[in-house]
């Protein structure tokens, strides 16, 4: 029912404790008790760190239940996690982690026709709804962590969604539970008829009812009268007043009482779920506001019409979507002129005629309103959807922001009745402007609970201005009768404020219900109940001392080495020239831990997660190594130490995080850095010099092909190589061919000619050179002269990538060198060059402009260009037309390489095979292949290789009709397609050059 992983055994779990050694002995999943496992949970994403004892990933239920019965006889504290995402510090402490996402993620059981499913706790939102789709129903808490988050976190904070005016929150969707108490006692809580109540819980259900007996008076004068408020425990659980908390029979329901809980009184084994019907339409009326105060106040208008959603975008929002070329367009389709500000009115029901109907209400409220025209209506399904994707990047687009100063989350999910909503972010905009920053808002109009992060630097003075904010704005909520926490519970940073919230009286049962199901104070302890103070610095991922080690980068990380100015957002002091400080520290702290690299959807990132659902091979969980090693936490060798190294081992340098992170995480870049730190402290292996020096041999070896050829065809020397290499049996060893660009010389400039450079890289001149004949003749059928990348009596220019990959950052350089001289002559009278490779043409307009050449590696970047991006270039300029005919095959089917995905350039692909008449063109939705420039061929990553491939690639490509055309840029997709699936894949430029009209 989900993608299960691979196992891939921990490299280092130390760790000698009598804990860590019963865990290890006595359970089957993975035990993790290094430093550097223990920092990957020490975050979650907020703004504290608090080293964990130690984690366990338990393999099934029954290693749940063995893992907790031996944290319990060695009086461990236990804290369960799911995605981590929890942006409070729930998920933090000092305690035995038990992370429930890589196995107990299964459905348990589903009825149809009641309309239920039983998870594990570990399921994915996106991954539930995706199964249950094809039976018209789904779970409608509509987080917008959907892709990463699970449901047992999703219980755990009563998490809520951008619909819950329609569908409430979790609190109203949780059927029953099952759960374990920390004195090993199960049972399932569920409606009271339906408990069966052993004396333990029969003792709790007796308790609880008491409590809120004696607090009816309290509940009733402080429990805010809100949707959204999550704060504490659902202590109103048994209140006849409050029908949320009773099922159809109108019996209270001792699952609420775990749910918002943050896993503080039991562990949830498996929960049982509510289902709502799929709607079939849905229309969006999206209105736009001349001031921010106006949306704001029409919020209370527009939900009389029963929207099942309304969410905001501000004006900051709007701007930052307007500068993303992804999003401007989408956005535009929005506008109504220059609003400050947009409101997002979702209607969905069966009946579309009637939905249209509230559309036309929508514009009329607007124009009593004395707002008329100010409605966009959005019916088409996918501009719907293009937009709610724009709502939903808004926190990653802001949190992208460079700099110490950050975008912090502790008032963020403050609700006030809708009323009151305008006044209310009025004048807490007043209270940032007092305190020298400023916060975006977004979210949640329907319900009165927008998000807003103020600036803050919380490495020297933003805790001060933290606690300044949260006590103006507790004031203000309790003013409005609010709720303080509105969405994502209360953790570290609103743990204390619960008190606040309800008073002493509700505050004490509070810690009677917290003694009554762990008397121990076992589960995730001092949250809820007894929390430290919001502010103190110990429990801050950048704790006092906290700093970098002194590093010496090999790239360029003054971008990121910026300072800002919290008022007004904008940079002050950037950084220039290469970074020699904390540039690339801060790259890494761009990362906030936000989990969107957990997602297993469209997209690149993050191919070796995928396989293993590892937190140490996922984007985050390496950041996060990182950024523990630059600061010294993982020892003194920083970079260069065994903890890097073995995180970054599957990192197969796809640069699908440089795109598909919110926040730009280019992980393929830091492991440039920690390559070259890492050789130059130990050293490189004979296999990393073979492979790196590859363009400075590949000449000889051109014209020793046969010989080399021995290689392959005599086996017991093929294996004896292999061996003495590292490398895997299962793979042939590369066929050198006579090198193309030896058989070519750059043509005569003429001034009135159109002209191209054919940027011809190793392996396409010297393994493939068909590939480069075939992009010759396309060039030249559509009439331009074709210049090469090669110098009489020299050796053919060189991207570097080779190099890079080995962590030889010098050579790579002089490559980088010797190109830009040898090509500036053709940059300044506007050539372009012309790449066929992928991972070597991009490298010119990426990694290029890292070493420090300036403005001429700018002006080689601009006029760089992947073959396909060059003819679509032209031909919207009016300069290209090529006569094509149809092909045999009638269909072809593309695999993009990582890199033309991370740059946007696999549409290019499409358009130019669009150009072959009858062609039908599909894009294969796949993550990396696998081969990863030499990954796949390294013995002991050929396992990993091949469960990439296995993802989606290989499986498209078996079930795909015969006859289908396979095309693959990239020189590695082509070799692991070939490996995987026995079939051929080839480049786009001999698909067209197929397709020529012969003359």
């Known amino acids: 029912m989900t993608t299960k992983a691979i196992h891939f055994a921990p490299t280092h779990a130390r760790g000698t404790s009598p804990l860590a050694k019963r865990l290890r002995k006595e359970l089957r999943g993975d035990v993790l008790f290094g430093n550097a496992d223990r920092g990957r949970y020490a975050t979650d994403a907020s703004i504290y760190q608090i080293m964990p004892i130690g984690v366990v990933v338990p393999r099934d239920q029954a290693d749940l239940l063995l893992c907790l019965d031996i944290a319990r006889s060695e009086n461990a504290p236990v804290l369960a996690r799911g995605g981590g995402t929890s942006q409070c510090g729930q998920t933090v402490g000092e ?94 809580f569920e409606t009271l008829p339906n408990m069966v109540q052993t004396a333990r819980l029969q003792n709790i259900v007796q308790r609880l009812q008491r409590i809120a007996t004696r607090e009816q008076q309290e509940i009733i004068e402080r429990v805010p009268k809100v949707l959204r408020r999550v704060g504490g425990y659902n202590i109103d659980l048994f209140d006849c007043q409050n029908p949320r908390n009773y099922t159809d029979d109108g019996s209270a329901n001792l699952a609420h009482i775990l749910v918002g809980s943050e896993g503080t009184l039991a562990f949830s084994r498996q929960l049982t779920l509510k289902l709502a019907p799929l709607p079939k339409h849905k229309v969006l009326g999206v209105i736009n506001f001349p001031t921010f105060y106006k949306g704001m106040d029409a919020a209370q208008h527009i939900v009389k019409l029963n929207p099942t959603a309304v969410e905001l975008v501000d004006r900051t929002m709007i701007d930052l979507s307007l500068n993303n070329p992804a999003f401007r367009p989408v956005i535009e389709k929005a506008l109504v002129g220059s609003p400050q500000a947009i409101l997002l009115v979702e209607f969905a029901g069966d009946d579309k005629a009637a939905l249209l109907e509230k559309l036309a209400a929508l514009a009329d409220l607007m124009s009593d309103l004395s707002l008329p025209g100010s409605v966009v209506n959005m019916v088409d399904a996918n501009e719907q959807k293009s937009l709610w994707d724009v709502r939903k990047a808004g926190l990653n687009i802001m949190m992208s922001m460079k700099g110490d100063g950050k975008p912090v989350s502790f008032i963020e999910d403050c609700a006030v009745p809708l009323v009151h909503l305008a006044e209310y972010t009025d ?32 490495r020297r003075d933003g805790a001060a201005s933290m606690r300044k904010i949260a006590e103006e704005a507790s004031a203000l909520v309790r003013e409005y009768k609010g709720a303080y926490s509105g969405e994502h519970g209360d953790g570290l940073c609103r743990g204390e404020w619960v008190a606040w919230q309800y008073g002493p009286h509700i505050n004490h049962a509070f810690s009677e219900i917290k003694n009554l199901f762990d008397p121990d104070n076992r589960f995730n302890p001092d949250k809820i109940v007894r929390p430290p103070k919001m502010d103190d610095k110990s ?23 910026v300072t800002r100015d919290p008022a007004s957002g904008l940079e002050t002091a950037p950084g220039t020239g290469n970074d020699r400080t904390g540039g690339l520290a801060k790259a890494v702290e761009m990362c906030n831990n936000n989990g969107h690299c957990r997602k297993f959807d469209a997209g690149t990132m993050c191919p070796s997660y995928r396989i293993t659902k590892d937190e140490k091979h996922l984007t985050r969980g390496r950041a996060n190594t990182l950024r523990l090693a630059l600061s010294g936490q993982l020892g003194a060798e920083g970079l260069a130490s065994q903890d890097v190294k073995d995180t970054l081992d599957l990192c197969v340098s796809c640069k699908g995080c440089k795109r598909d992170c919110p926040t730009g995480v280019d992980m393929a870049k830091m492991k440039i850095e920690a390559r070259a730190a890492w050789v130059n402290k130990h050293g490189s292996t004979l296999r990393e010099k073979m492979i790196a020096f590859m363009p400075r041999y590949a000449p000889l070896a051109s014209t020793i092909g046969g010989l080399l050829a021995m290689g392959n065809d005599i086996p017991v020397l093929s294996n004896w190589l292999k061996n003495r290499l590292g490398l895997a049996q299962q793979r042939a060893f590369p066929r050198f061919q006579r090198s193309f660009l030896s058989r070519r010389k750059n043509a005569q400039h003429t001034a009135t000619g159109k002209e191209v450079l054919l940027f011809v890289d190793t392996f396409n001149n010297y393994m493939e050179p068909e590939n480069a004949a075939a992009a010759q003749a396309v060039l030249e059928a559509a009439g331009y002269t074709v210049h090469f990348n090669v110098q009489a009596g020299e050796r053919p220019l060189c991207c570097g990538r080779t190099y890079l990959s080995a962590g030889m950052v010098e050579q790579a350089k002089q490559e980088a060198r010797r190109t830009l001289d040898a090509l500036k002559p053709f940059v300044e009278r506007g050539v372009a060059i012309v790449g066929l490779e992928p991972s070597c043409l991009l490298s010119l307009r990426d990694e290029f402009l890292d070493y420090g050449y300036g403005e001429e590696a700018r002006k080689l970047a601009d006029r760089a260009y992947l073959f396909e991006e060059f003819l679509v270039h032209e031909h919207a300029a009016g300069r290209l037309a090529l006569d094509l005919k149809p092909l045999a095959s009638p269909k072809a089917m593309v695999h993009g390489h990582c890199h033309q995905k991370a740059f946007d350039a696999v549409h290019p692909v499409q358009t130019v095979l669009k150009w072959i008449p009858q062609l039908d063109v599909a894009v294969i939705e796949s993550s990396c292949c696998g081969m990863a420039g030499s990954f796949g061929y390294e013995a002991e990553h050929y396992a990993a290789s091949q469960a990439m491939g296995e993802l989606s690639l290989f499986p498209a490509i078996r079930q795909a009709e015969s006859g289908t055309i396979f095309v693959a840029d990239g020189t590695s997709c082509r070799h692991q397609i070939a490996d995987g699936t026995q079939e051929s894949a080839i480049h786009v430029a001999r698909v067209l050059a197929a397709a020529l009209q012969e003359d």
Not at 539 to 561: C, I
Request: proline share 5%; charged share 20%.
């Open 95 to 188: 305690a035995l982690v038990i992370d429930s996402s890589k196995w107990l993620n299964n459905i348990v059981d589903f009825d149809p026709e009641k309309r239920t499913v039983t998870v594990e706790p570990g399921m994915v939102l996106d991954h539930l709804n995706a199964w249950l789709k094809p039976h018209g129903v789904w779970f409608p808490v509509d987080v917008s962590t959907a892709a990463q988050c699970t449901i047992g976190g999703m219980a755990g904070n009563n998490s809520c969604g951008s619909r819950s005016i329609e569908y409430g929150n979790m609190v109203h969707n949780v059927l029953a539970i099952d759960a374990v108490l920390a004195d090993g006692t199960q049972g399932r």
């Open 427 to 458: 004048r807490l905009t007043e209270v940032f402007h007092k305190y020298h920053t400023e916060g975006t808002w977004y979210a949640h109009a329907s319900v009165g609970t927008l998000h807003v992060r103020p600036i803050l630097d919380m």
């Open 539 to 561: 429990n801050f991922r950048f704790a006092p001392g906290y700093q970098e080690l002194p590093v010496k980068t090999q790239m360029d990380w003054s971008a990121w080495d």
